[in-house]
Antibody, heavy 125, light 112 residues
Framework: EVQLVESGGGLVQPGGSLRLSCAAS????????MNWVRQAPGKGLEWVSA????????YYADSVKGRFTISRDNSKNTLYLQMDGLRAEDTAVFYC??????????????????WGQGTMVTVSS | DIVMTQTPLSSPVTLGQPASISCRSS???????????LSWLQQRPGQPPRLLIY???NRYSGVPDRFSGSGAGTDFTLKISRVEAEDVGVYYC?????????FGPGTKVDIK
């Protein structure tokens, strides 16, 4: 069964750091680009970051550029999101999502066919 | 950035009746590779999003055939031929033609 399971969310103070993980199973992880998408409470979806299948290419939304770092360990089938300098407006459920198309060094986005259940990040003092 | 808009934002429907959601992009979603990367996602209450339609009109695996997508360029439509109770939720369009990837604001579908 194809599955994504996020972890690492929690309560953190403004300016703090958190690292999210997304464990993948049921597919050849290294062959697919991965994404992080967040959803603030009661709000819509916002794309955060993406990484190609090999990890060579990374992409960020302007709202997180310079504060968040996406990475992956293909030997562990795991995606990460290192979040530094957290702000109250980063409070959201963070989902990892698999792209439907094959990706190696570069990432040409297609559609997000598999989503995890999400992990909640709360930034508050 | 490509801005995605959806209408209506709320759609009360009668069970068994059709529903239609419009999605418009601020610029053409036609990619230089010949594809148009417009997809539709469904988010049921308390659940993560789920892919319904990709590249305008392709139904994802396991999606009932009452869901269909159409459109081109900047104007796209998701149709549900006969709404069932399990279709209640929020529907998002999403463009993947250009970074940053962007979503529409969502259309809430509920039962009258």
């Amino acid at each position: 069964e194809v599955q994504l399971v996020e972890s690492g969310g929690g309560l953190v103070q403004p300016g703090g750091s958190l690292r999210l993980s997304c464990a993948a199973s049921g597919f050849t992880f290294s062959s697919y680009a991965m994404n992080w998408v967040r959803q603030a409470p009661g709000k819509g979806l916002e794309w955060v970051s993406a990484i190609s299948g090999s990890g060579f290419s990374t992409y960020y939304a302007d709202s997180v550029k310079g504060r968040f770092t996406i990475s992956r360990d293909n030997s562990k089938n795991t995606l990460y999101l290192q979040m530094d300098g957290l702000r109250a407006e980063d409070t959201a459920v963070f989902y990892c999502a698999k792209d439907a198309g094959y990706s190696s060094g570069w990432y040409n986005p297609d559609a997000f066919d598999i989503w995890g259940q999400g992990t909640m990040v709360t930034v508050s003092s | 950035d490509i801005v995605m808009t959806q209408t209506p934002l709320s759609s009360p429907v009668t069970l068994g009746q059709p529903a239609s959601i419009s999605c418009r992009s601020s610029q053409s979603l036609a990619h230089s590779d010949g594809n148009t990367y417009l997809s539709w996602l469904q988010q049921r209450p308390g659940q993560p999003p789920r892919l319904l339609i990709y590249k305008i009109s392709n139904r994802y695996s396991g999606v009932p055939d009452r869901f269909s997508g159409s459109g081109a360029g900047t104007d796209f439509t998701l149709k549900i031929s006969r709404v069932e109770a399990e279709d209640v939720g929020v529907y998002y369009c999403m463009q993947a033609t250009q970074f940053p990837l962007t979503f529409g604001p969502g259309t809430k579908v509920d039962i009258k």
